[in-house]
Protein backbone atom coordinates (compact mmCIF):
# COMPACT_ATOMS: atom_id res chain seq x y z
CA UNK A 1 0.00 0.00 0.00
CA UNK A 2 1.09 3.72 -1.02
CA UNK A 3 1.14 5.45 2.34
CA UNK A 4 0.73 8.76 0.42
CA UNK A 5 -2.53 7.82 -1.26
CA UNK A 6 -5.42 8.59 0.33
CA UNK A 7 -6.30 4.92 1.91
CA UNK A 8 -2.90 4.98 3.20
CA UNK A 9 -2.89 8.36 4.79
CA UNK A 10 -6.44 7.43 6.26
CA UNK A 11 -4.53 4.61 7.58
CA UNK A 12 -1.79 6.42 9.47
CA UNK A 13 -4.26 8.65 10.91
CA UNK A 14 -6.20 5.70 12.33
CA UNK A 15 -2.79 4.30 13.84
CA UNK A 16 -1.86 7.28 15.18
CA UNK A 17 -5.51 7.63 16.83
CA UNK A 18 -5.32 4.35 18.09
CA UNK A 19 -1.61 4.89 19.56
CA UNK A 20 -3.53 8.33 21.26
CA UNK A 21 -6.49 6.16 22.67
CA UNK A 22 -4.42 3.59 24.02
CA UNK A 23 -2.24 5.88 25.82
CA UNK A 24 -5.29 8.04 27.45
CA UNK A 25 -6.71 4.75 28.42
CA UNK A 26 -3.39 3.24 29.79
CA UNK A 27 -3.22 6.57 32.24
CA UNK A 28 -6.89 6.19 33.35
CA UNK A 29 -7.31 2.50 34.14
CA UNK A 30 -5.85 0.99 37.11
CA UNK A 31 -2.15 -0.65 36.98
CA UNK A 32 -2.15 -4.47 37.99
CA UNK A 33 -0.17 -3.34 40.92
CA UNK A 34 -3.06 -1.22 42.11
CA UNK A 35 -5.42 -3.90 41.70
CA UNK A 36 -3.47 -6.55 43.51
CA UNK A 37 -2.83 -3.95 46.47
CA UNK A 38 -6.21 -2.89 46.78
CA UNK A 39 -8.30 -5.01 49.80
CA UNK A 40 -11.02 -6.94 48.72
CA UNK A 41 -13.87 -5.50 50.43
CA UNK A 42 -16.73 -7.42 52.14
CA UNK A 43 -19.49 -4.91 52.33
CA UNK A 44 -22.08 -5.52 55.30
CA UNK A 45 -24.68 -3.83 57.89
CA UNK A 46 -25.15 -4.08 61.68
CA UNK A 47 -25.29 -7.93 62.53
CA UNK A 48 -24.58 -9.23 59.37
CA UNK A 49 -21.84 -11.88 59.19
CA UNK A 50 -19.15 -11.34 57.01
CA UNK A 51 -17.24 -14.43 56.45
CA UNK A 52 -13.73 -13.47 55.61
CA UNK A 53 -10.71 -15.71 54.58
CA UNK A 54 -9.56 -16.12 58.35
CA UNK A 55 -12.59 -15.32 60.61
CA UNK A 56 -16.26 -14.80 60.40
CA UNK A 57 -17.56 -11.31 62.21
CA UNK A 58 -20.44 -9.79 62.94
CA UNK A 59 -21.06 -5.84 64.42
CA UNK A 60 -24.00 -6.99 66.64
CA UNK A 61 -25.08 -2.94 67.31
CA UNK A 62 -23.42 0.48 67.60
CA UNK A 63 -23.84 3.28 69.70
CA UNK A 64 -22.71 6.65 70.64
CA UNK A 65 -21.57 7.90 74.23
CA UNK A 66 -19.95 10.36 76.15
CA UNK A 67 -17.81 8.82 77.87
CA UNK A 68 -16.12 5.07 78.17
CA UNK A 69 -14.88 3.12 80.39
CA UNK A 70 -11.86 0.84 80.06
CA UNK A 71 -11.44 -2.50 81.61
CA UNK A 72 -9.00 -0.69 83.91
CA UNK A 73 -11.51 1.61 85.24
CA UNK A 74 -10.28 4.52 83.94
CA UNK A 75 -12.87 6.79 82.90
CA UNK A 76 -12.52 8.90 79.51
CA UNK A 77 -14.64 12.03 78.02
CA UNK A 78 -14.72 13.35 74.93
CA UNK A 79 -16.21 16.40 73.56
CA UNK A 80 -17.00 14.70 70.49
CA UNK A 81 -18.66 11.20 70.65
CA UNK A 82 -17.18 7.73 71.43
CA UNK A 83 -19.04 5.68 68.94
CA UNK A 84 -19.41 2.49 70.71
CA UNK A 85 -19.06 -0.63 68.47
CA UNK A 86 -20.09 -4.44 69.80
CA UNK A 87 -17.67 -7.01 67.58
CA UNK A 88 -18.05 -10.69 68.06
CA UNK A 89 -15.85 -12.69 65.39
CA UNK A 90 -14.54 -16.47 65.59
CA UNK A 91 -10.96 -17.44 63.95
CA UNK A 92 -11.58 -19.88 61.26
CA UNK A 93 -7.91 -21.08 60.99
CA UNK A 94 -5.57 -19.94 63.68
CA UNK A 95 -6.02 -17.91 67.06
CA UNK A 96 -6.21 -14.21 65.96
CA UNK A 97 -6.61 -11.05 67.16
CA UNK A 98 -8.77 -8.29 64.94
CA UNK A 99 -6.04 -4.88 65.22
CA UNK A 100 -6.03 -2.12 62.84
CA UNK A 101 -10.02 -1.04 63.23
CA UNK A 102 -10.87 1.98 61.87
CA UNK A 103 -14.09 4.17 61.15
CA UNK A 104 -13.95 6.08 58.02
CA UNK A 105 -15.94 8.99 57.29
CA UNK A 106 -18.17 10.38 54.13
CA UNK A 107 -15.46 12.54 53.26
CA UNK A 108 -12.93 9.65 53.72
CA UNK A 109 -11.56 11.23 56.79
CA UNK A 110 -9.80 7.77 58.86
CA UNK A 111 -10.49 7.27 62.92
CA UNK A 112 -8.77 4.89 64.62
CA UNK A 113 -9.51 2.68 67.53
CA UNK A 114 -9.29 4.80 70.56
CA UNK A 115 -8.71 5.16 74.56
CA UNK A 116 -6.47 2.13 75.83
CA UNK A 117 -6.05 -0.67 72.70
CA UNK A 118 -6.06 -1.14 69.19
CA UNK A 119 -7.12 -5.00 68.65
CA UNK A 120 -9.70 -7.22 69.86
CA UNK A 121 -9.26 -10.78 70.86
CA UNK A 122 -7.61 -13.21 70.76
CA UNK A 123 -10.05 -15.88 69.13
CA UNK A 124 -9.40 -19.48 69.45
CA UNK A 125 -10.14 -21.32 66.30
CA UNK A 126 -14.07 -22.25 66.63
CA UNK A 127 -14.76 -19.83 69.58
CA UNK A 128 -16.63 -17.23 69.26
CA UNK A 129 -15.55 -14.00 70.91
CA UNK A 130 -17.16 -10.71 71.72
CA UNK A 131 -15.36 -7.27 72.80
CA UNK A 132 -16.33 -3.61 72.70
CA UNK A 133 -14.44 -0.51 71.24
CA UNK A 134 -14.50 2.54 70.76
CA UNK A 135 -13.46 5.17 68.09
CA UNK A 136 -13.59 9.08 69.36
CA UNK A 137 -14.88 11.08 66.61
CA UNK A 138 -16.55 14.67 66.28
CA UNK A 139 -20.32 14.53 66.05
CA UNK A 140 -20.79 15.98 62.70
CA UNK A 141 -18.95 13.11 61.27
CA UNK A 142 -20.99 10.53 62.21
CA UNK A 143 -23.63 10.20 59.81
CA UNK A 144 -22.71 7.73 56.68
CA UNK A 145 -20.06 6.42 58.85
CA UNK A 146 -18.39 2.69 57.94
CA UNK A 147 -16.05 0.61 60.52
CA UNK A 148 -13.18 -1.16 58.61
CA UNK A 149 -12.09 -4.61 59.87
CA UNK A 150 -9.48 -5.80 58.19
CA UNK A 151 -7.95 -9.60 58.42
CA UNK A 152 -6.45 -10.33 61.30
CA UNK A 153 -3.01 -9.64 59.93
CA UNK A 154 -3.74 -6.99 57.55
CA UNK A 155 -4.85 -3.46 57.63
CA UNK A 156 -7.19 -1.13 55.76
CA UNK A 157 -4.71 -0.40 53.09
CA UNK A 158 -3.08 -3.55 52.36
CA UNK A 159 -4.51 -6.58 50.05
CA UNK A 160 -6.12 -8.80 51.39
CA UNK A 161 -10.03 -8.76 53.23
CA UNK A 162 -11.53 -5.56 54.72
CA UNK A 163 -15.04 -5.78 56.05
CA UNK A 164 -16.85 -2.73 55.46
CA UNK A 165 -19.60 -2.41 57.93
CA UNK A 166 -22.35 0.31 57.38
CA UNK A 167 -23.16 1.78 60.85
CA UNK A 168 -26.09 3.21 59.41
CA UNK A 169 -26.29 6.83 60.62
CA UNK A 170 -27.93 9.48 59.01
CA UNK A 171 -28.34 13.03 59.93
CA UNK A 172 -31.01 13.06 62.35
CA UNK A 173 -29.99 9.71 63.46
CA UNK A 174 -31.43 8.67 67.05
CA UNK A 175 -28.60 7.47 67.91
CA UNK A 176 -27.26 10.63 69.71
CA UNK A 177 -31.03 11.00 71.38
CA UNK A 178 -29.96 8.31 73.25
CA UNK A 179 -26.68 8.73 74.29
CA UNK A 180 -24.82 7.08 76.91
CA UNK A 181 -22.16 7.67 79.20
CA UNK A 182 -19.70 5.64 80.98
CA UNK A 183 -20.38 2.72 78.65
CA UNK A 184 -17.86 -0.37 79.57
CA UNK A 185 -15.04 -1.63 77.51
CA UNK A 186 -14.52 -4.71 77.06
CA UNK A 187 -11.97 -6.98 75.88
CA UNK A 188 -11.88 -10.54 74.44
CA UNK A 189 -14.79 -12.51 75.83
CA UNK A 190 -15.83 -16.07 74.71
CA UNK A 191 -19.77 -15.96 73.42
CA UNK A 192 -22.51 -18.19 73.06
CA UNK A 193 -24.76 -16.74 70.70
CA UNK A 194 -22.56 -16.40 67.58
Same mark, same amino acid.
Given at each position: ????????????????????????????????????????????????????????? +??? *?? !?????? @?????????? =? &? /??????????????????????? +??? *?? !?????? @?????????? =? &? /????????????????????????????????????????????? &???????????????????????
Amino acid at each position: MNWRSPAGALLSVLVVAALAFGSWLETVLPSTDDILDKPFEHHARIDDQVEMREVKL +RVR *SV !RAASSV @VSEDDDRYRT =T &G /VFLVADVVFMSTRDPVRLSNMQV +RTT *SG !RLYAES @VTRNSCGPSQ =T &G /VPVRCVVAFEIPERDLAGAKLLIPTPRGDITGGDDLAVIDLGIVD &GSALLDREQSGVKLTDATYWEDQ
